[in-house]
């Protein structure tokens, strides 16, 4: 009260001056005073925590005292790349020479030693009686994708029995078995009978689906026509997903990756091709083989992918399967896939 007073007073009398300083003062006091609490909490908290951080650090420097030290990304141009090589298509080769030639493959897998691989790719061939072809494409392939750093598996779907060749229902089963075995990111579905003459023809994907050959020895390196989507493709497993895959009723030869590609179009996406000069593929001879007749309700087919392509592909893909053979170089899958 006297107090009070007293300020009144000093007001009254004009001596704000005074007060202001009075003000600062005790200010000046609560602050210092609340700084040495902070500092004594600080010291109370460094001396509970220097302990702790002790432990941290030794626990870490055991650990990693005997983990090797962290892969780098490959790079984006692999250094090991030859460019244009000439194939040798040798009469006398064996799966054993190419067996010999590719100690670092296990079960038809690889992954480069000194980094870490940009993308991890299935490659899935569908077969039935080619073995000298998928000799010759074993042959160069392999090396072939370890001078592109890629983290790859090969898979090689046979269908049992004789009854009519289904390439699109065998790549779907490829699919499905190889995502069994491992999440890989990209797939090449890729004829037996077509080698790569060029690796800078990368194995990988890109954002949208890509078609890989350009151009062919027997048809003079010209792209057959402007929608041609066969002979090796490759998608993402996201970009396959969500065509739901290729069409399972196509029986013989002919239509079914114009079938794709329509799927693809149905996405809007697009189809990305390499440059033709790289593109390049040698085609191993062959006759038409029996029991992949060419289709002739092929045309039929493909007036009705929009309106089918929603139930028929890897959602109603059915099979047996009826073996699994992790052999050196590829992994075999053979299937039932019943018949038309
Ligand atoms: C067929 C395709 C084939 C292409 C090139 C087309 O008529 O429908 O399946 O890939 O010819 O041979």
Redesign the pocket.
Known sequence: MGFCVSVGRILRKGKCFVLVLLCLSVLAWIANFSGEIAKSIQVSFNMTQIPVKADTLRDHLTKHASTPPLKVKCPQTSPLLKGAVKLSFEPSLTLKDVENDNKGVTEGKYAPTDCTARQSVAILIPHRNREKHLLYLLHHLHPFLQRQQIHYGIYVIQQAGDTTFNRAKLLNVGYLEALKEYSWECFILHDVDLVPENDHNLYVCDKQPKHLVVGRNVTGYKL??KG????VTAMTQKQFDKVNGFSNSYWG??????DLRIRVQLQKMTIVRPPADIARYTMVFHKRDSGNEANKD?MQL?RQTQQVWRKDGLNSCSYKTLSIERLPLYVNVTVDIGKP
């Open positions: 057959r026509y041609y989507f066969g002979g030869w002919g239509g079914e990756d114009d092929r493909l």
